[in-house]
């Protein structure tokens, strides 16, 4: 909103507020992806799974599972390197403002670990729900 408006009402454009509104939304949106996990708001076939006692969308959940741990060990081994190079050499970015990169790229295994703590509490919940028949 500050950049639409220096640059339209003033003409005075800045260098800057593209890139951090850029980088603001990238975290916000890495981070929010555990929570959107917890809250079980990724996609998924609701008009099927809705329609299965709690005990079988369990063993859904657990067949599914491979696939969300495989995204985030990928998120944490690449994640964590993709860090590490960007940190190493504290690179920039290629404006005429060189904003710093790697604190966003932290954000890359953070999300990671995060998810990885969220896909861990669901198996052991559709786990228990579904082996042991106990509720969630």
Do not use: C
């Not at 063993?59 to 990928?74: E, G, K, N, Y």
């Amino acid at each position: 909103m500050y950049e639409v408006t220096m640059r339209y009402l003033f003409q005075a454009p800045t260098i800057w507020a593209h890139g951090v509104s850029q980088r603001i939304f990238a975290v916000y949106l890495m981070i929010g992806a555990a929570y959107v996990l917890q809250q079980k708001g990724h996609i998924r076939m609701d008009m099927l799974y809705n329609r299965f006692s709690p005990r079988i969308q369990a063993i859904v959940d657990l067949i599914a599972s491979p696939l969300i741990f495989i995204i985030v060990f990928t998120l944490l081994w690449f994640g964590s390197n993709f860090f590490l190079r960007s940190f190493t050499i504290m690179e920039v970015d290629e404006t005429p403002l060189h904003g710093a990169v790697w604190p966003v790229k932290f954000f890359v295994p953070v999300t990671g670990f995060l998810l990885l703590l969220q896909a861990v509490v669901d198996f052991y919940r559709s786990f228990k729900t579904a082996i042991l028949r106990r509720k969630q």
